[in-house]
C-alpha cells in the first residue's frame, strides 16, 4: 500500500468514527488523533512531495506532532529546546505577534472605519438635505408621509444594494480575485461613490450613489471580518478580529465629528459630510496591496508554497507556520469529503440543506439580526433627528450624537479582552436585557413636559448607557462570530448570507424609521425596539452555541451538534443550574458539560466554559 493511500485511509478511518453531519454525542475530535507516530510522518513526507515542500519537511513533521497533540508538546522529542520556547510563547506572549499581522489588522480596521463612516454620513445630512431637494418631512404638510418614506429609501440605499447585491457579489468576487482583490474593488466603490453623493443635483441622483456605496459596503463586510479570522491565530482571533466593529464604531464617531465639524458651512454642509467618507477609503485601497493573501484561501486553490509564505508573514516562527497548514490541510481533506459545494448555486443551497451548515447559518443568522433587532441603528442613523424631535438645536443634537459615537466606541474596547475569555454568548446574553431596559427608560423620558430642563439631558444619558451596553456585545459579536462558524469550503458564501441578512434588516430599519417615527411618537418607537430586545435575548439563549477559543476547524465539531439537543440542554440542563448558582446562591449546584472534550485541543487550549 502506498504512503497516499495511508494517508487516504487515514482520514477514512477518522470520519468513521465521527460523523460530521449528526454529531449526536458532540465530541471536537482532531483530524489527527489517532494516527500512529510513524505513519503521521509518513503522511506528512507525502504531503511535502506532492506541493514540492520537501525543503521545508521537518518543519511539516514538528508541526504535525504539535497539532497532533498540542496539550503535550513538551513530551515530543522531535521538538529541541528553540521550538519549545516558541511554543510556550504562545500562550505567555499571545499578544507578540508579527508586523505583518498587525498590518492587516490595521488595514482591516481601517475598512471597518470606512464602513462606520458612510453610516453616519448621512445621520448629520438628514438636518438639510430633504429640504435642499424638497422633500422636508419635519413641518408636515400634505406630502409629509411620502417624504418620510423618501427619506427613508435614500438612507436605507447602501443597504439595499448591499444585501440584494454586494454580499452575494462577495462569493465570485473572492473566488476570482482572493481576499485582497475583492477588499480593493470594494473600497473603490466606497471612495468614488461617496464623493458622487457630495456632487448630486436631485434626490434620485443622490439615491443611485448611495446604491452604488451598498456594492462596496456589501462585498467589504462580507470579506474583510473572514480574511482577519483567516489571517489570526486561534488564541487572539476573537480580540483581532472584534476590531471590526470596534473600528466600524470609530468610523461612526469620526463621521459624528465631521457632521458637527461642517454643519454650519452653509447649504453645502451635508454634501460635505457625505462626500468625507472618502477620506479613510484612499489609504484602503493603497494599503491592501501590501498585505499578505490569505493563507486559508491560497491552501483552498491549491497554491500551497504560496500559502506556506504567507503564513510565514503571520507567524513568529517557520514552526508554526507549518504546523498550520498541515493541520489545515487535513482538515480541509474532510471538509471537502463531507460537504462538497463546487457551484455559487450548490453552495448556498447547502447552507440550508446540510445539518452542519444549517446550524451555523441558524446561528449566524440570530446573531446579525439581533444586531439591527436591538435598535442600534435607530441612533446611528437618525440620532440627531431624534435629539431635534427632543427639543435640542441643530448644534447641540449634532454635540448629543457626536457623544453617542464617543461612547459607542470607547466601550467596545473591553470586548478585545473579554470576547475570548467571557465569551461571544454570554456577552450577548448579558448586554440585551440591559440595553432593553435603557431603551425604554430613554422613551419613557419623551413624557417629561418640554420645559423641564431635565428632559433632554436624561434623554442623551440613557442613549448613551444604551450604547454602553451595545458596544461591548452586540456590537462586536455578530461579525466575530459569523466570520469563524462556517468550515472553509463555504466562508466566503457563509459570510454574503449572515451580512446580507444584518445589511437587509438595517435597510428595513432606516427605510421604516422615519415612518415609526411619525406614528408611533418616539416613546413608541423605543418602546418596540426594548420589546424586541428581549424576543432577541430568548433567541439568542437557545439558538446561538459558545465558540470561544475553538479553532475554525474545530467549530466543524460544535455545529455538528443538533439545535434540538442544543435546546434542550439550554432549557433543561443550563437554565435550572443557572437559577440555583446565580439566583438562589447555592454553591453546590454543578453544571453538566454538553460538549465532551476527549483529546480535542488540537491547536487552542481547552478553557473551561467553553461551550456553555
Not at 494517508?7 to 454525542?25: I, T
Not at 514552526?319 to 463531507?338: G, N, P, T
Not at 446580507?500 to 435597510?507: G, I, Y
Request: with cysteine; glycine share 8%.
Amino acid at each position: 500500500m502506498s504512503i497516499h493511500e495511508d494517508s487516504e485511509k487515514g482520514s477514512q478511518e477518522f470520519r468513521e468514527n465521527f460523523d460530521l453531519a449528526n454529531n449526536v454525542n458532540a465530541k471536537i475530535q482532531n483530524p489527527l488523533h489517532g494516527i500512529p507516530h510513524d505513519k503521521l510522518l509518513a503522511q506528512v513526507d507525502t504531503f511535502a512531495e506532492e506541493h514540492d515542500m520537501k525543503d521545508i519537511l521537518d518543519y511539516l513533521q514538528k508541526g504535525a506532532l504539535i497539532a497532533q497533540n498540542p496539550g503535550k508538546f513538551e513530551s515530543i522529542k522531535e521538538l529541541d529546546e528553540d521550538d519549545l520556547e516558541v511554543i510556550r510563547r504562545e500562550k505567555t506572549h499571545k499578544w507578540n505577534q508579527p508586523r505583518d499581522l498587525y498590518m492587516t489588522v490595521i488595514l482591516c480596521s481601517m475598512a471597518a472605519a470606512v464602513q462606520g463612516w458612510d453610516q453616519t454620513g448621512s445621520n448629520g445630512a438628514n438636518l438639510s438635505f430633504p429640504a435642499e431637494f424638497g422633500i422636508d418631512f419635519a413641518s408636515g404638510g400634505p406630502n409629509a408621509s411620502r417624504n418620510q418614506w423618501i427619506v427613508g429609501l435614500i438612507n436605507s440605499g447602501p443597504y439595499i444594494s448591499a444585501c440584494l447585491m454586494g454580499c452575494w457579489c462577495s462569493d465570485p468576487l473572492n473566488n476570482l480575485l482572493g481576499r485582497r482583490g475583492t477588499i480593493f474593488i470594494s473600497a473603490i466603490f466606497c471612495t468614488l461613490s461617496v464623493i458622487g453623493s457630495g456632487l448630486a443635483q436631485t434626490w434620485p441622483q443622490l439615491l443611485v450613489c448611495r446604491l452604488l456605496l451598498g456594492l462596496g459596503m456589501g462585498a467589504k463586510a462580507s470579506t474583510v471580518p473572514v480574511y482577519a479570522a483567516e489571517n489570526t491565530p486561534a488564541s487572539i482571533r476573537g480580540g483581532l478580529v472584534m476590531s471590526w466593529q470596534m473600528w466600524t464604531a470609530f468610523g461612526i464617531f469620526l463621521g459624528f465629528c465631521a457632521n458637527l465639524a461642517l454643519y454650519q458651512v452653509g447649504r453645502i454642509a451635508w454634501r460635505l459630510q457625505l462626500g468625507s467618507a472618502f477620506l479613510p477609503a484612499v489609504p484602503l485601497v493603497v494599503g491592501i496591496y501590501f498585505c499578505p493573501e490569505s493563507p486559508r484561501w491560497l491552501m483552498k486553490k491549491n497554491r500551497y508554497k504560496e500559502a506556506y509564505e504567507s503564513f510565514k508573514r503571520l507567524r513568529n516562527s517557520e514552526l508554526q507556520a507549518a504546523r498550520d497548514l498541515y493541520y489545515i490541510h487535513r482538515q480541509l481533506m474532510v471538509e471537502r469529503e463531507v460537504i462538497g459545494g463546487s457551484t455559487f448555486i450548490s453552495r448556498f443551497t447547502e447552507l440550508f440543506t446540510i445539518p452542519r451548515l444549517r446550524r451555523a447559518t441558524l446561528a449566524s443568522f440570530v446573531v446579525m439580526i439581533a444586531q439591527q433587532m436591538c435598535g442600534i441603528n435607530i441612533i446611528a442613523f437618525y440620532s440627531s433627528t431624534i435629539f431635534v424631535e427632543a427639543g435640542y438645536s441643530t448644534r447641540s443634537a449634532l454635540l448629543a450624537s457626536f457623544g453617542f459615537g464617543l461612547v459607542n466606541w470607547v466601550f467596545a474596547f473591553p470586548a478585545v479582552w473579554t470576547i475570548d475569555t467571557f465569551g461571544r454568548r454570554n456577552l450577548l446574553l448579558f448586554t440585551f436585557p440591559n440595553m432593553a431596559w435603557t431603551l425604554l427608560a430613554g422613551g419613557f423620558c419623551f413624557f417629561i413636559d418640554g420645559s423641564n430642563k431635565a428632559k433632554v439631558p436624561l434623554i442623551a444619558l440613557f442613549v448613551f448607557l444604551f450604547a454602553a451596553f451595545y458596544s461591548p456585545g452586540e456590537g462586536p459579536v455578530p461579525f466575530t462570530y459569523s466570520a469563524e462558524v462556517f468550515p472553509l469550503t463555504h466562508r466566503e458564501m457563509g459570510m454574503s448570507w449572515a451580512v446580507a441578512t444584518n445589511l437587509f434588516w438595517a435597510a428595513v430599519l432606516s427605510l421604516t424609521f422615519p415612518r415609526l417615527l411619525g406614528a408611533l411618537s418616539p416613546v413608541g418607537a423605543f418602546g418596540f425596539y426594548a420589546g424586541l430586545n428581549m424576543v432577541a435575548f430568548v433567541m439568542i439563549f437557545f439558538l446561538v452555541p459558545e465558540t470561544k477559543q475553538r479553532t475554525l476547524e474545530e467549530l466543524d465539531f460544535v455545529f455538528a451538534v443538533p439545535t434540538r439537543k442544543h435546546i434542550q440542554y439550554q432549557a433543561k440542563t443550563f437554565l435550572p443550574y443557572f437559577i440555583k448558582r446565580w439566583i438562589l446562591f447555592r454553591k453546590d449546584a454543578t453544571l453538566q458539560p454538553l460538549y465532551n472534550f476527549d483529546e480535542v485541543e488540537s491547536i487552542t487550549v481547552f478553557e473551561k466554559g467553553a461551550g456553555h
